[in-house]
């Protein structure tokens, strides 16, 4: 059974910092897409930024700059380090993991992230 536990979220001001990590346990494809989303309240959950196997990464525009995607050198961590944080990042993020160029077909149970003063 595939399973997906983030951690790394928390209280932060803006302007600061926080990584989020992903691990994935279970038997995957080996070649498959990683990514993160994130759901604010009363929005729809949108991608953040997602990875492949092969180290092809995207962004969503809101946060292009200021958050980088990276995976662990085994392939089954998946990291979102967010820079310059801003009070409109706030929302509960969840990793996912599915086929390339593909809708996700796991998510983590995700960790909220709220960026106040």
């Known amino acids: 059974q595939v399973r997906l536990v983030e951690s790394g979220g928390g209280l932060v001001q803006p302007g600061g910092s926080l990584r989020l990590s992903c691990a994935v346990s279970g038997s995957f494809s080996s070649i498959n897409g990683m990514g993160w989303y994130r759901q604010a309240p009363g929005k729809q959950r949108e991608v953040v930024a997602d990875?492949?196997?092969?180290?092809?990464?995207s962004y969503v525009d809101s946060v292009k700059g200021r958050f980088t995607i990276s995976r662990g050198n085994a392939g089954n961590t998946v990291y979102l380090q967010m820079n310059s944080l801003k009070s409109e990042d706030t929302a509960v993020y969840f990793c996912s993991l599915g086929l390339p160029n593909s809708r996700p077909i796991y998510w983590g149970q995700g960790t909220q992230v709220t960026v106040s003063s």
């Open positions: 990875i492949t196997t092969t180290g092809r990464t």
